[in-house]
C-alpha cells in the first residue's frame, strides 16, 4: 500500500530504517574491526565485574571481622542485610549467567571451547565473546530474547522484570529517608523509556536486544551482570556507614593480626591484616612487630619493625623462609581524644611448610578407563581445601581427600598427570604431581556357575548351577559387575552336532535345560558368543565347553 495512501507510522519507518541498516551490516558481513571492539568492551567488562566481586568479598569478610571486635549484637542489623544482599545478588548474577551461556548454545550450539592449556594439552572452557563463532548473527539473538514464542514473558522482558524485583529488594533494606539517594546511586533503571535512532520512544528489552548481532548481546549481558555487582558494592558501603564508630568499646580496645593462612608454604608469603578500633576514624596506627617473641613492649620497638597503617588498618607480610612454626608479636599505637599515646599488644604464629602431596591409586598404580578409580590424596593441609585436576577425566569427591576419577576411553594407552592444589587464604598453591598410566579393563572370563568352566561333569551338577556368569580375575581387586547379555549353546553327540540355541541373559534357557537332561554320555556342551557389559563396555568372551559324564 503506497504511502500516500496510508501514511507510515514512526514504527514502520524505524523498521524500515533498521532493514536498510541491517542489509548494509549483511552486505558488509559486519567489519572485524567492529567484532574485535565488542571483544575487547566485552573483556574489560569481565574483567571490571571480577574486580568488583573480589571487592564485595573482602567487604562481606569485614562484616565477619566486625562481629568479633565490635559484638554480634552490635552489627547485628547490619550484618544481616549484607547476608541479604548477597543472596539476592547471586540469584541474580545466577540467573543472567544462566541466560547467557543459553543465548551462546542457541546461537553457536555449544557453549564450551576448546583451548590449549600451558602444557598443550587440550581443554573445554567456556565460551566468550572472543570464541563465539556466529558473533555476527543478527537473527537468532532477536528471536532468542524477543520473539521466541515459547517464552511467556519473553526471555528479555523476564530479564527485566527479575531486574525490578531484584532493586526494589535491595531497597527494602534501606530506611526511608535514603531509598531515593540510594535509588539513584544503584540504578538498574529498566523502566525507563529510550529513544531509539529514529527519535521513537521504545522500552528497555527493544532498545538492548532488538536486532543486535550475538558479540552485541553477550556483551550486553555481562554489562548487566558488573551493574549487578556494582549494585551490590553500593549496598554494603551503605550498610558499613550504619555502623558507627560510637559503637566501640574503648575500654576493651585490643589488637588483632588477621592472618589469611596460617599454613604457609616455602617460597610464599604469609600475610595478615592488623586491625584496630580507634577512639577517631580519621586517626592513623602505626603498627610495630618483632619476629620470633611472644611478646613486645615499649621499650622493645627498638628492635622491632615498623609498618605504617592506614584507616584502622595495617597491612602485615611476613616472608615464609625457614620450614617449621614461626611466631611474632607486636604492637599498635593509637592516640585518645587527649592525644595520649596507647599501646595495645598482639601476636600470632604460623607454620611455613614444604610444598608436597602424595597421589596414590587406592586399589593400584594404575587407572582403568571407563570405571570410577578410588584416589587418595594426602598433604600437609585441611582435606577440605584440597583439589585434584586429573586433565581430561571425570573427578568426584568423596570427601577427606578421597576422590573418584572416571578415564574416557580415548586416554587408553596414554598417561595422565594428575595434580594437587590447597586453597590457602585467597589464593591457591599447587603441592605437586603424579603420572598414571591408562589401561583397559581386562576383560572378565565366562563361567557357569559357581565356577564350572570344562571337565567332565554330571548332569546333575549342570542343572544346580543353570547360569552363565562373567568374573574377573582375582588379581583385578575392583568390585566391577558384569551382566551377561546373550550366549550360544552347541550339543554335539557321536560327531553330530546340533542346531546352535541363542539365550538371552545370563541364565539357562528351558530348551538347554531340557537338552542337557536328555543328552546322552560324553556328550559335548559348548557355551560360545558370549557377550556381556558392565560400567567398563560391551565384550565378547572366549567360550567354554564341558562334557557330560
Not at 99 to 115: A, F, K, N, Q, S
Not at 469 to 490: G, H, P
Request: net charge positive.
Amino acid at each position: 500500500m503506497g504511502a500516500t495512501n496510508c501514511p507510515e507510522t514512526p514504527r514502520q519507518k524505524m523498521i524500515q530504517m533498521m532493514y536498510l541498516v541491517y542489509t548494509a551490516m549483511l552486505a558488509l558481513n559486519v567489519s572485524a574491526d567492529i567484532l574485535n571492539a565488542f571483544i575487547v568492551v566485552d573483556d574489560t567488562l569481565v574483567t571490571s565485574t571480577r574486580n568488583a566481586t573480589r571487592q564485595n568479598a573482602a567487604d562481606y569478610t569485614w562484616f565477619e571481622n566486625q562481629k568479633t571486635i565490635l559484638g554480634e549484637a552490635k552489627i547485628h542489623d547490619a550484618y544481616t542485610n549484607a547476608q541479604k544482599v548477597r543472596k539476592e545478588t547471586n540469584d541474580m548474577v545466577n540467573y543472567i549467567e544462566q541466560l547467557t551461556r543459553d543465548l551462546i548454545m542457541y546461537v553457536d550450539g555449544d557453549t564450551l571451547v576448546e583451548v590449549k592449556d600451558n602444557n598443550g594439552k587440550t581443554q573445554k572452557v567456556p565460551k566468550t565473546v572472543a570464541t563465539i563463532t556466529a558473533k555476527e548473527n543478527f537473527d537468532k539473538p532477536t528471536y532468542f530474547m524477543l520473539e521466541d514464542t515459547k517464552q511467556d514473558p519473553q526471555r528479555a522482558v523476564q530479564l527485566k522484570n527479575k531486574i525490578i524485583e531484584y532493586k526494589k529488594n535491595l531497597l527494602k533494606l534501606v530506611k526511608k529517608e535514603d531509598q531515593k539517594r540510594m535509588s539513584e546511586i544503584i540504578g538498574l533503571d529498566v523502566e525507563k523509556q529510550v529513544k531509539s535512532l529514529t527519535g521513537e520512544n521504545v522500552n528497555w528489552e527493544v532498545h538492548n536486544f532488538d536486532h543486535i548481532i550475538s558479540a552485541a548481546a553477550v556483551t550486553l549481558l555481562n554489562k548487566e551482570i558488573g551493574e549487578v555487582r556494582n549494585a551490590e558494592s553500593a549496598m554494603l558501603t551503605y550498610l558499613k556507614e550504619s555502623i558507627s564508630a560510637d559503637d566501640f568499646k574503648f575500654d576493651q580496645v585490643q589488637g588483632r593480626a588477621i592472618p589469611k593462612s596460617q599454613m604457609v608454604f616455602q617460597g610464599d608469603s604469609y600475610e595478615a591484616d592488623v586491625i584496630v578500633a580507634a577512639y577517631d576514624s580519621k586517626s592513623t596506627p602505626q603498627v610495630w612487630y618483632k619476629m620470633g617473641v611472644d611478646t613486645l613492649t615499649e621499650e622493645g620497638l627498638g628492635g622491632a619493625t615498623k609498618l605504617e597503617g592506614e584507616n584502622g588498618l595495617v597491612k602485615l607480610k611476613l616472608p615464609a623462609g625457614s620450614i617449621g612454626e614461626q611466631k611474632y608479636a607486636g604492637l599498635i599505637m593509637i592516640k585518645d581524644p587527649t592525644g595520649q599515646a596507647k599501646y595495645y599488644g598482639f601476636k600470632d604464629k604460623y607454620s611455613v611448610l614444604k610444598p608436597s602431596a602424595t597421589i596414590a591409586a587406592d586399589k593400584m598404580n594404575v587407572l582403568y578407563a571407563g570405571i570410577e578409580n578410588p584416589c587418595s590424596v594426602s598433604a600437609p593441609v585441611d582435606p577440605g581445601k584440597l583439589s585434584v585436576s586429573f586433565p581430561g577425566c571425570s573427578v568426584s569427591s568423596q570427601g577427606a581427600g578421597k576422590f573418584n576419577v572416571t578415564v574416557p576411553a580415548s586416554l587408553i594407552g596414554r598417561t595422565v598427570t594428575a595434580s594437587v592444589s590447597a586453597k590457602l587464604g585467597e589464593s591457591s598453591k599447587t603441592l605437586g604431581s603424579t603420572e598414571f598410566r591408562v589401561k583397559k579393563v581386562p576383560d572378565p572370563r565366562a563361567v557357569l556357575g559357581a565356577n564350572i568352566r570344562g571337565g567332565k561333569r554330571a548332569k546333575s551338577e549342570l542343572t544346580a548351577n543353570p547360569v552363565i556368569r562373567a568374573v574377573m580375575n582375582e588379581d583385578f581387586v575392583y568390585d566391577l559387575k558384569w551382566t551377561v547379555n546373550s550366549y550360544q549353546v552347541i550339543f554335539v553327540s557321536k560327531g553330530m552336532e546340533d542346531p546352535a540355541i541363542s539365550c538371552q541373559g545370563g541364565a539357562l534357557s528351558e530348551a538347554v535345560k531340557a537338552k542337557i537332561s536328555k543328552a546322552p554320555s560324553n556328550t559335548v556342551i559348548y557355551f560360545e558368543n558370549i557377550k556381556v557389559s558392565s560400567a567398563a563396555g560391551t565384550r565378547t568372551l572366549d567360550g567354554f565347553s564341558v562334557r557330560i559324564r
